[in-house]
Nanobody
Framework: QVQLVESGGGLVQAGNSLRLSCAAS????????MGWFRQVPGKEREFVTA????????SYTDSVKGRFTISRDNAKNTVYLQMNSLKPEDTAVYYC?????????????????WGKGTLVTVSS
């Protein structure tokens, strides 16, 4: 089992920044690719970004490229999401996810473990 706990969400004005953190406990963190998803009420959960176990591979959904940066610290069992130039359409609950296989992490069906989410609200 891997337990994931997100933090860092909150209310921010458009154009500003937030950094989300996801602390992992349980099985070896470095065995897992990690990702961030987000969900707006009434809509499907969508992929935002992912990072392989050694940060050698990273991917982003088009809408956040150039604004969001994912990183990880395997010594601290933590993955981060730096969100800059936030827009109102970034408002969502952000979920941390772990998957043994980087190749499938972008698909919700492939996720092994989920956090409970942290709310990000961007005001205009």
């Amino acid at each position: 089992q891997v337990q994931l706990v997100e933090s860092g969400g909150g209310l921010v004005q458009a154009g500003n920044s937030l950094r989300l953190s996801c602390a992992a406990s349980g099985r070896t963190f470095s065995n897992y690719a990690m990702g961030w998803f987000r969900q707006v009420p009434g809509k499907e959960r969508e992929f935002v970004t992912a990072i392989s176990w050694n940060a050698g591979r990273i991917s982003y959904t088009d809408s956040v490229k150039g604004r969001f940066t994912i990183s990880r610290d395997n010594a601290k069992n933590t993955v981060y999401l730096q969100m800059n130039s936030l827009k109102p359409e970034d408002t969502a609950v952000y979920y941390c996810a772990a998957d043994r296989n980087y190749g499938t992490i972008a698909t919700i069906e492939g996720i092994d473990y989920w956090g409970k989410g942290t709310l990000v609200t961007v005001s205009s």
